[in-house]
Nanobody
């Protein structure tokens, strides 16, 4: 069964940057639509960004537009979330998720989830 592993979280000052990674050891993610979610303390989990399996479609929630970028490596084995100009309200546990879906459809529906990586934005 597909297992996702996130890495790259940590403590960063406001205005700083982090790059989160998501990998599935032993699998290629090329046939999966991928998404990043986050859950802030005391709040529900929310979708942050998604990318279609063919890479043609990328969506972002309004609060992160222009600051976050979703991407993947050329082999389709690792997905990234580049986070720039981080704000305290970006603090939370970030999860990557996957849904087997060919083509250019971007979705926040997900069957497979990672365990999350903590991002803390604080001075």
């Amino acid at each position: 069964q597909l297992q996702l592993v996130e890495s790259g979280g940590g403590l960063v000052q406001p205005g700083g940057s982090l790059r989160l990674s998501c990998a599935a050891p032993g699998y290629t993610l090329a046939y999966y639509a991928m998404a990043w979610f986050r859950q802030a303390p005391g709040k529900e989990r929310e979708g942050v960004s998604c990318m279609s399996s063919n890479g043609a479609t990328k969506n972002y929630t309004d609060p992160v537009k222009g600051r976050f970028t979703i991407s993947r490596n050329s082999a389709g084995t690792i997905f990234y979330l580049q986070m720039d100009d981080l704000k305290p309200e970006d603090t939370g546990v970030y999860y990557c998720a996957a849904e087997m879906r060919h083509g250019s459809s971007c979705t926040y529906a997900a069957t497979y989830w990672g365990r999350g990586t903590l991002v803390t934005v604080s001075s």
